[in-house]
């Protein structure tokens, strides 16, 4: 059997990443995932948005939202006290270690299971061991450098937000991010022409009547 990989770029940052996660059991038996750790403060402001938890009105919101998914597909997801918390050193562990799935879980377990927030030298230390990464990464110039390519990589396809999954097809590749995003994604899977037919195809040519400044 051939194998058909798809990248699942992700910040730890996102508590729906975490919830995506349970969900790749639901993948065809040919696909592969490769995590892609990317830093999504630079994805966003290269876009010029801001994550949802930035917006006051939102935030809440998002929180129940992440809490509410994660009761779908059987997560319990726990919050760190301190939310959005600075992931950059953490997304250096993990961009110089270039872990497998079961390592990438094992992070997120730390932040959305237990609700700690790897943002200060002490609990940075307590991730990096629960993990299984040399914490000396955080400070490693190749692990910065991996982060940085991996996530200009990634804007350069077309990665907008957390949780992404980049799917390569014979004619290029498709985007899909956030939870809810992946029953379009086993549709596409399942049919890579998908978009290539009524009703998908007319939208490329949709036209912007309005552009806020």
Not at 72 to 98: C, I, W
Not at 124 to 143: K, Q, R, T, W
Request: glycine letters at 8%; a negative charge; hydrophobic letters at 45%.
């Amino acid at each position: 059997m051939t194998l058909r990989t798809i990248e699942f770029h992700y910040d730890l940052i996102s508590p729906f990443a975490h919830v995506a996660l349970a969900r790749l059991g639901e993948l065809p038996a040919d696909i592969s995932v490769r995590p892609v750790p990317v830093l999504l403060g630079a994805v966003l402001r290269h876009w010029g948005q801001l994550g949802p938890a930035e917006i006051s009105a939102k935030r809440l919101h998002t929180y129940r939202q992440s809490v509410f998914a994660g009761k779908q597909y059987g997560v319990d997801v726990r919050f760190p006290p301190r939310h959005p918390f600075n992931s950059l050193k953490a997304m250096r562990l993990m961009a110089g270690a270039e872990p497998d799935l079961a390592t990438v879980q094992r992070a997120f377990d730390f932040v959305f299971r237990d609700g700690r927030a790897p943002d200060t030298d002490e609990e940075l230390a307590a991730f990096a061991e629960a993990v299984g990464i040399p914490v000396d990464l955080a400070s490693d110039d190749s692990a910065k450098a991996t982060l940085r390519t991996n996530t200009e990589q990634a804007i350069a396809r077309g990665v907008f937000g957390v949780p992404s999954f980049v799917c390569t097809s014979g004619s290029g590749h498709e985007v899909f991010w956030g939870v809810d995003s992946l029953d379009m994604m086993l549709a596409w899977l399942g049919d890579e022409t998908l978009f290539d037919n009524d009703p998908y195809r007319h939208l490329d040519d949709v036209s912007i009547g309005i552009e806020r400044k």
